[in-house]
């Protein structure tokens, strides 16, 4: 029971905090948290701590939790990562996506959905799936996460032409079973859309 209610904070506070609903310099306490939960302050403890792993939040002495600001050079850590993880990701993909995993990549490009963020975290987790790799899956997902963070910020950081301009190739490219194409055409996407983000942030 403990340890659902732990996951559970966890979960919580970790979408408060990635939707800014939880703005950073927010200092989070284990003794208020765990009343709004109804809970003891064990499964709080732990999820703050899971927090902290994540860099989501830093433990302030006798103080509680503090919740943690994007930096520019955290901005630019993290697509740097995201262009060698998600490349290989795309290159493990091309030799094992299924027919339908490349009809929903098609489906999601011609689109113009409402909701940038969300479309584009189902692009990159879709072949992140196909990539066969769960280790993979959840780390670009943890990337993803901190690309939310950032858009959070400002949702217009980067408006749907240019968050789709290089998807077709990297679909091109897993369609023809191009394992080092869908790599290359990955972190080229990944490198345009650091250029963009990091004039507005």
Not at 82 to 101: F, H, K, P, W, Y
Not at 167 to 174: E, K, M, P, T
Request: proline share 5%.
């Amino acid at each position: 029971m403990e340890n659902s209610k732990k996951h559970d904070i966890y979960e919580a506070l970790r979408q408060e905090i990635i939707a800014r609903e939880l703005k950073p310099g927010t200092i989070l306490n284990e003794g208020v948290l765990a009343k709004q939960h109804g809970v003891s302050r064990t499964p709080v403890r732990e999820a703050l701590l899971m927090l902290s792993v994540e860099n989501l939040v830093n433990p302030l002495p006798r103080a509680g939790y503090l919740v943690t600001e994007l930096t520019i050079r955290d901005v630019q850590e993290s697509f740097h990562l995201r262009e060698l993880v998600e490349g290989e990701s795309a290159r493990l993909a091309a030799t094992r996506i299924s027919s339908a995993q490349i009809d929903h990549l098609r489906e999601i490009e011609i689109g113009i959905p409402p909701y940038v963020d969300k479309m584009n975290r189902d692009f990159h987790l879709t072949i992140a799936r196909a990539s066969g790799s769960e280790r993979l899956y959840k780390l670009v997902g943890q990337m993803l996460d901190e690309m939310s963070r950032m858009l959070a910020i400002d949702p217009y950081m980067i408006e749907p032409p240019q968050a789709y301009r290089g998807h077709r190739g990297i679909i091109d490219a897993l369609d023809a079973r191009d394992p080092e194409g869908a790599q290359d055409a990955m972190r080229q996407h990944i490198s345009a859309a650091k250029s963009r983000v990091m004039e507005r942030f």
